[in-house]
C-alpha cells in the first residue's frame, strides 16, 4: 500500500488548511492516522480514526482545532487544521496501521504504511 498525502501549504497563524491521503494498492485497514514532525524533533503524533467504527483520538496539543474524518466511499483519509499556530509548522505524515492496537495507535512505530509527508508551515 502506498499512502499519497496532500494538501500542505503556507498559512498565516489562525487560518486553516485540509489534508488528503489517499492509498493506491490497497486501502485503509484498521488505524489511519496523521502525525507530524517538525525539524529536530521527533514524530508526534496527530490524530487517528478507527477506519471501522469511526472513533477518533486527537493529541494533546491538536485537540478542539483539528478534526480527523473519512470518506469510506473514495477511501479517503482527511485533517481539517482550524486556528493554526507557529508551532503546528511541520510536515505532517498519514500512516496506515492493519496491525495497530488501540494501546499503541499514538506511536509511529506501530504503523506499517506511511505517506511521503506534506509540509504546513504556519506565519505568525
Known amino acids: 500500500v502506498q499512502l499519497q498525502a496532500s494538501g500542505g501549504g503556507l498559512v498565516q497563524a489562525g487560518g486553516s488548511l485540509r489534508l488528503s491521503c489517499a492509498p493506491s494498492g490497497g486501502s485503509f485497514s484498521r488505524y489511519a492516522s496523521w502525525f507530524r514532525q517538525a525539524p529536530g524533533k521527533e514524530r508526534e503524533f496527530v490524530a487517528t480514526i478507527r477506519w471501522n467504527g469511526g472513533h477518533t483520538y486527537y493529541g494533546e496539543a491538536v485537540e478542539g482545532r483539528f478534526t480527523i474524518s473519512k470518506d469510506s466511499a473514495k477511501n479517503t483519509l482527511y485533517l481539517q487544521m482550524s486556528s493554526l499556530k507557529p508551532e503546528d509548522t511541520a510536515v505532517y505524515y498519514c500512516?496506515?496501521?492493519?496491525?495497530?492496537?488501540?494501546?499503541?495507535?499514538?506511536?509511529?512505530?506501530?504503523?506499517?504504511?506511511w505517506g511521503q509527508g506534506t509540509q504546513v508551515t504556519v506565519s505568525s
Open positions: 500512516a496506515d496501521g492493519p496491525s495497530v492496537i488501540l494501546s499503541a495507535m499514538r506511536s509511529a512505530g506501530a504503523y506499517k504504511y
